[in-house]
């Protein structure tokens, strides 16, 4: 019997070590209830390090010459691999779903499944033999999967910590573009102007490594593809439009964009945004400089230094066309 249940833990051990191989991001929800499983993944992948916790300190008490039974490390060794096993499976169809960095998840994914597989594995070495350290070396292999697979989980979720440390935002002016794009005449609003913006203030929370509410605003095509609530851009209305909404919501509502304690858009920033929403959205518009309206000449005289001629004497002017 006890070849046989080991038969079972081992079998499942290498059905978790190999479940990464079948998985596809971006998959659609096949029944109703996967997306409310998948739910439960930020609830349920804290029981398996709780478990892993509980089992160092056993290990610990037992260094320290204290008697444990060995009935009650089994009992945790089997919630370990179960509350594995149910954080593996939620955490496989919420990555199925799509809007994660696919490097991040499929890291991700890997290290959670050796973790599941070891615990499995374990099981069956406790069932075949009581050498100490086969479950010394199985504690340590556990410890380090579980790093493995946490820093892509947060990097995935909580993005890079030190993206928003306050050396880096005391080093950062309010309006750091970045390296802009050069500007001819006509030029493309959207690539000269409201992506810059994008970049400097939005892409953090909503860029490739990190996509709050699956929203990402660092190409045209995500921003008009939307996110967890749909599209976020309604050409032509920029008043309907929900990228507007949540940039204009008080700066204490929970759902204001940025969040309150973010480099903040400016309201000649947002006005940009909206006049660019209003005339279409479009990636591919072109305008002159003297076409330019009055929502966008602040953005091109202060960061391009456009809209400005040389006088006769040889000093800047702003232009009054």
């Not at 691999?81 to 919420?94: D, E, K, N």
Request: aromatic share 10%; hydrophobic share 45%; glycine share 6%.
């Amino acid at each position: 019997m006890k070849r046989f249940r080991a038969f079972i833990y081992i079998s499942l051990a290498v059905l978790f070590a190999a479940a990464p191989l079948l998985f596809e991001a971006g998959e659609e929800a096949s029944s109703p209830w996967t997306p409310f499983i998948a739910s439960f993944h930020p609830l349920v992948l804290h029981l398996p390090i709780g478990m892993l916790a509980a089992q160092l300190a056993l290990e610990l008490a037992r260094l320290c010459g204290k008697n444990v039974d060995r009935g009650i490390r089994n009992f945790l060794w089997h919630l370990t691999a179960l509350s594995a096993t149910v954080s593996f499976a939620t955490g496989y169809l919420l990555g199925e779903e799509g809007g994660y960095e696919q490097e991040l998840l499929t890291d991700h994914l890997w290290a959670a499944g050796i973790f599941t597989s070891i615990c499995w594995s374990t099981l069956a070495i406790n069932l075949l033999t009581t050498h100490r350290l086969l479950r010394v070396f199985s504690l340590a292999a556990l410890c380090c999967s579980l790093v493995l697979a946490s820093h892509p989980g947060g990097l995935m979720v909580h993005g890079d910590p030190f993206a928003n440390a306050p050396w880096k935002k005391a080093a950062s002016p309010e309006n750091n573009y970045g390296l802009l794009p050069e500007v001819g005449d006509p030029f493309n609003p959207y690539l000269a102007v409201i992506q810059p913006i994008m970049d400097a203030k939005c892409v953090s929370c909503h860029g490739e490594e990190k996509k709050k509410g699956k929203l990402r605003l660092d190409s045209f095509d995500a921003i008009m593809r939307g996110g967890d609530f749909g599209a976020c851009v309604e050409p032509g209305d920029s008043y309907n439009s929900l990228l507007v909404e949540l940039l204009e919501y008080p700066i204490d509502d929970e759902d204001h964009m940025p969040p309150e304690d973010e480099p903040q858009l400016t309201q000649a920033e947002i006005d940009v945004i909206k006049w660019w929403i209003d005339n279409g959205a479009k990636a591919d518009q072109s305008i002159t400089r003297s076409e330019a309206p009055e929502a966008l000449k602040p953005f091109l005289v202060t960061n391009y230094r456009l809209l400005e001629k040389p006088t006769e004497t040889g000093d800047p002017a702003t232009e009054t066309e």
